[in-house]
């Protein structure tokens, strides 16, 4: 047994410390360092050479007993497992950049795919990639933490040149998100919402809206196909493309976009829609900051329709009609495509489930 020594914490880093030891822990597994039946250094000796609380070092033991790497017993210490399930079914990488942390969609699909993951007897990690505001990114945690082996690996809604990274590799690569093929990808899943899109058009039109405003933020698909529908439909369409912002305390931006945008378009003499579609969650709790402003109500001056997150919606005058994002019910999809590719049974091309409109009175005429 060694003092707990073998790696470094690095402060400057915004990946937790708890996550730092795990990894650390996890690397000395791989490498041989600790192995099977080996007991882990004390939850005070990792304090002590890493300079951490125990608190820091409970939350990383407890992550590699949840991806049953150890086996936490009372009074005998942390044991490396054996050749458990977890070890045949092999291991899952997911990767992100840094900013999901603080996203609620990103969060909740990753922690219901380890769950899910954990549950099948595949080891899951997670790794984060520091992306700054004007796109470029860090790819040096990425880089260490594909020098241990994985037998898959996935991103969600990373940049473009994460994505080539991973298409090449060498490990079985998976986009979550993705609206393209990927070279070099073994598969890429697109979120499928033609039902949610059409029962929210259906309702405008039989509201009688004949002026269509969609704010599509960072040229999503779900918007360009809610704007086609509404064009299908014979409703007149305003669409609106607002560029994405990239990078940590991104969302505090994007909410500025949201009000800044709603103050230019609603200002006085502007003609105004007869509904707003609005894309993006973030982006729809300033806009509705900036209809107050306005003295725009809802639904007596504009109706309005937003994208949110289950577990995740705006705060609003009045209810509103929503396009519901429901992370963990799209995160089984994702998990049986994942599983598709390690069994080899999968497609290059596939969707996951992910949205339903529910009506509301932001919509105005009752709801049905």
Known sequence: MTDGRQFRIDRNLAVPLAEQVAEGLRKGIASGLYRVGDTLPSFNALSAAHGVSQRVTRE????????????????????????????????????FHDYHRYAWYAMAMLSEVERLSTRAGYAFETVYVPLASNGVCDMTPLEDALRSPFSLVFSQHVVGKVERFLAGCGVPYVAIGASYCIPGAAMALSARSDDADADCVD????????????????????????????????????????????????????????????????????????????????????????????????????????????????????????????????????????????DGTNAQRGYYGLMHFEDGLSLGGGIR
């Open 60 to 95: 990383a033991v407890r992550m590699l007993a949840a991806e049953g790497l150890v086996v936490v017993r009372p009074r005998s210490g942390c044991r490396v497992a054996g050749a458990g399930a977890n070890a045949r079914r092999g291991r899952i990488l997911a990767v």
């Open 203 to 342: 309702r405008c039109v039989a509201l009688g809206v004949r002026k269509a405003l969609v704010v599509d933020y960072g040229r999503t698909a779900s918007g360009s196909a809610v704007a086609k529908r509404f064009l299908s439909a014979g409703v007149e369409v305003e669409w609106r493309q607002i560029p994405l912002r990239l990078g940590f305390g991104c969302q505090q931006f994007v909410e500025r976009d949201g009000y800044e945008f709603a103050l230019g378009r609603f200002s006085p003499g502007m003609p105004r829609p007869d509904v707003a579609v609005v894309m993006d969650d973030y982006f729809l709790r300033g806009f509705l900051l900036g209809l107050e402003r306005r003295r725009v109500s809802v639904p007596e001056d504009v109706r309005l329709v937003g994208l949110v997150n289950k577990g995740f919606a705006p705060a609003s005058p009045v209810p509103l009609a929503s396009l519901v994002v429901d992370a963990r019910r799209g995160a089984k999809d994702v998990f049986a495509a994942l599983r598709s590719v390690l």
